[in-house]
């Protein structure tokens, strides 16, 4: 079953759309893990880094993925914003092998959790600490702790150890995404 399929389950919410909000810092993988999610006779073969502004959108039945780099791209920060009130879900993607932009990857988690549309809201999140794979890459715990996320207490969030490029990890992390998707819309989280 593709993961495509998986994520069917989040017909049961009865929503018209739901729309789903891939960030992270440019070179995280974002592009990397769309990809890996579309029909396999869609998949792009090549990955071209994003650069600048640059949203990539994806669409499936009800389901509608949108991705942009938050990195050093504060004076579009205004553009990318008007799709948090609309967002369902976020799936946040970290480079593990990246220690150096970390803390820069801090400064926006934390810049995403005080807008007014993502503060008032308790939608899921999604952490995949990619390039699981590389020999420097730091566990998904030294991740979790790195980007203190602890301390978030008003929104259910799960940290998954991925490797994009073959595809592993994004399962698990879709089926914890997916549960938690359905519980919030039913009231019961
Ligand atoms: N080793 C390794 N490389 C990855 C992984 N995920 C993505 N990459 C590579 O990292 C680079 C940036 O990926 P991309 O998806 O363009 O990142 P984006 O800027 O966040 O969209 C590309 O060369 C990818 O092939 C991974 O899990 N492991
Ligand atoms: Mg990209």
């Given at each position: 079953m593709?993961?495509?399929?998986?994520?069917s389950g989040w017909l049961c919410l009865r929503k018209k759309e739901v729309n789903v909000l891939c960030l992270g810092l440019d070179n995280s993988g974002k592009t990397t893990i769309i990809n890996q999610l579309k029909p396999a006779n869609t998949q792009a073969q090549e990955i071209v880094p994003t650069i600048g502004f640059n949203i990539e959108k994806f669409k499936s039945s009800s389901l509608?993925?949108?991705?942009?780099?938050?990195?050093?791209?504060?004076?579009?920060?205004?553009?990318?914003?008007?799709?948090?009130?609309?967002?369902?879900?976020?799936?946040?993607?970290?480079?593990?092998?990246?220690?150096l932009r970390m803390v820069v990857a801090k400064e926006e988690l934390d810049t995403l959790f005080n807008h007014e549309d993502i503060r008032r809201k308790r939608i899921p999140i999604l952490f995949f600490a990619n390039k699981m794979d590389l020999h420097d890459a730091m566990s998904s715990v030294r991740v979790s702790q790195m980007l203190c996320l602890d301390n978030i207490k008003d929104k259910p969030w799960h940290i998954c150890a991925t490797n994009a490029v073959k595809g592993e990890g994004l399962k698990e992390g879709l089926d914890w995404?997916?549960?938690?998707?359905?519980?919030?819309?039913?009231?019961?989280v």
């Open positions: 593709g993961l495509l399929d998986k994520l509608s993925f949108t991705v942009f780099d938050m990195s050093g791209q504060s004076r579009y920060r205004n553009l990318w914003e008007h799709y948090y009130k609309d967002s369902h879900a976020i799936i946040f993607v970290i480079d593990s092998g990246d220690k995404l997916q549960g938690n998707m359905c519980l919030s819309f039913l009231g019961h």
